[in-house]
Each structure stands twice: as C-alpha cells, then as structure tokens.
C-alpha cells in the first residue's frame, strides 16, 4: 500500500510538472533575469515576451500543445491585457510595471498577458494529461454567464458596487455538489471541484510573490519595498481561476464519470 502511494505521489508530480511546462519555465525566467540580465540591446520586458512566444511555438511544434488550447491561450492573452490596460492605467492604479518596454502598449508590456496565459495553458494542459471527467457539473450556459459576469466586475467594482461575493454564492450554488476525477496512474482519484480550485489559487498566490519579488509587477504598497502580497487576493485569483477554467471547458467538454470508471 505504501508503495502504490508512492507511485502515484511521483506520477502525480511528474503529470503536474508536465502540466506546469509553460508557467514554470516563464516563472523560472522571470527570476533568473532578475537576479542577472546581462543584455543591454533589449529591455527585459521585452525579453519575456519574446521568451514566452518562443516558448509556445516550441510547445505547438513539439504536439505538447493543441492548435484548439493555443487558442484558448490567445483569447485569455487578449482578455487579460485588456484588463491589464485598465487596472495600470492612471484613473485606476492597482498595480505598475516599473521598467522601460518598447513592445507593449500603454502602461502594459505585451509579456503581461503570457502570465494570465500560462494560468490557461496550465489548466488545459492539467485537463488532457490527467483525463479529466466530471460528476453533478453544471450546465454550459450558465457558467458561461457567470464567467463573463467575474470578468465584468473586474472592471465595474471600481465604479459601483462590488458584486464578488454574489459571485462566489453563484459559483457555490452551480458547483457546490461537482466532483473532479483525474487519473494519476491506472485508477481515477477525486476531491471536490471547489476544493482543487482552491488549491491551485493558492499557488497561483504564491507565484504571484515571486512575481512581485522579481520586480515583474509592483502593487502601490510594494514601491518602498518588497512585501508579500496579501492574502486578501486569493479571492481574486480564485474568481480568475474559474474564469479560465470556463474558457478552456469550452474546447474540453466536461465528460461526465460513468460508475463503471469511478
């Protein structure tokens, strides 16, 4: 018995590591250029960028990435630089990009998408390498509407009211009672949806750390010094996490668990 879990805990890593590909290469040079960044002919904004773009050919040309998820990636690159472009801009101010660019627009660098799209790649990815399938999930059309409506607020919270907590009653109601299965070795394994989407908004809290102190993105509280990011921003990134877990389920249909699998 132990054994087999050992087994399974390193397929699991492996499958994760796999699934990781894209996020933990961009992440892994986002912090070695911070440390040292020896060329002077390009910024090292503009320098992710390029990196993050080779990155992806690579993965299409190497079949690690589907044609049909690198476009899921590139409506997420395009929903979030316009995010990006509001929330940096001077009326709003949420956070800033505190080094030189020439490929970007605005107060944003073009590469500011790549890390909103590593979150896409990774949960497409983790969806195909770990097979996967669903019980009590909801209907297409309303998660669609609530992932539109988390993308909406925002925006609009910065000008009336701030309706997240309405969403997130929203997304327990639709979600409350959906299992994940996914497949680490030869057997399917499960845990409540709401909680691996937890999970992953805690790393994801955690790279943004690293983010933030690879000097990548500054929040105002940030500009005297590097502090942790508050723990208060989970909610966010859980909020944007179901977001891309929306887009990326309309080109993997949640297939439902049968009993004879489970």
Same mark, same amino acid.
């Given at each position: 018995?132990?054994?087999?879990?050992?087994?399974?805990?390193?397929?699991?890593?492996?499958?994760?590591?796999?699934?990781?590909?894209?996020?933990?290469?961009?992440?892994?040079? /986002?912090?070695?250029?911070?440390?040292?960044?020896?060329?002077?002919? /390009?910024?090292?904004?503009?320098?992710?960028?390029?990196?993050?773009?080779?990155?992806?050919?690579?993965?299409?040309?190497?079949?690690? =990435?589907?044609?049909?998820?690198?476009?899921?990636? %590139?409506?997420?690159?395009?929903?979030?630089?316009?995010? =990006?472009?509001?929330?940096?801009?001077?009326? %709003?101010?949420?956070?800033?990009?505190? =080094?030189?660019?020439?490929?970007?627009?605005?107060?944003?660098?073009?590469?500011?998408?790549?890390?909103?799209?590593?979150?896409?790649?990774?949960?497409?990815?983790?969806?195909? %390498?770990?097979?996967?399938?669903?019980?009590?999930?909801?209907?297409?059309?309303?998660?669609?509407?609530?992932?539109?409506?988390?993308? @909406?607020?925002?925006?609009?919270?910065?000008?009336?009211?701030?309706?997240?907590?309405?969403?997130?009653?929203?997304?327990?109601?639709?979600?409350?009672?959906?299992?994940?299965?996914?497949?680490?070795?030869?057997?399917?394994?499960?845990?409540?949806?709401?909680?691996?989407?937890?999970?992953?908004?805690?790393?994801?809290?955690?790279? =943004?750390?690293?983010?933030?102190?690879?000097?990548?993105?500054?929040?105002?509280?940030?500009?005297?010094?590097?502090?942790?990011?508050?723990?208060?921003?989970?909610?966010?990134?859980?909020?944007?996490?179901?977001?891309?877990?929306?887009?990326?389920?309309? @080109?993997?249909?949640?297939?439902?668990?049968?009993?004879?699998?489970?």
């Amino acid at each position: 018995m132990f054994r087999k879990f050992i087994r399974e805990f390193v397929i699991f890593g492996i499958k994760q590591a796999n699934a990781c590909l894209f996020a933990g290469m961009l992440l892994a040079v /986002i912090l070695g250029s911070h440390w040292w960044y020896p060329i002077t002919a /390009i910024s090292r904004y503009d320098f992710l960028f390029l990196f993050a773009l080779a990155v992806q050919v690579i993965l299409l040309a190497a079949r690690l =990435e589907s044609l049909r998820e690198a476009g899921v990636i %590139i409506v997420f690159h395009l929903l979030a630089t316009g995010m =990006e472009l509001f929330k940096t801009s001077d009326a %709003i101010g949420a956070w800033h990009y505190p =080094e030189t660019f020439r490929l970007g627009f605005h107060h944003v660098p073009f590469f500011a998408g790549f890390m909103y799209s590593a979150v896409g790649s990774y949960i497409a990815r983790v969806w195909r %390498i770990f097979d996967f399938k669903f019980s009590h999930y909801p209907p297409r059309w309303p998660t669609v509407i609530v992932a539109g409506l988390i993308y @909406v607020n925002f925006f609009t919270h910065h000008y009336v009211w701030d309706i997240r907590w309405l969403l997130f009653v929203a997304v327990f109601v639709m979600y409350g009672r959906s299992w994940i299965y996914f497949k680490v070795d030869k057997k399917y394994r499960r845990m409540p949806l709401l909680m691996g989407w937890f999970l992953v908004a805690v790393f994801i809290w955690f790279a =943004e750390n690293l983010g933030t102190f690879g000097n990548v993105w500054l929040y105002p509280n940030q500009k005297a010094g590097w502090q942790m990011v508050p723990l208060t921003k989970l909610a966010a990134w859980l909020l944007l996490l179901i977001l891309s877990f929306v887009l990326v389920s309309l @080109v993997h249909r949640p297939a439902k668990m049968s009993e004879d699998e489970g």
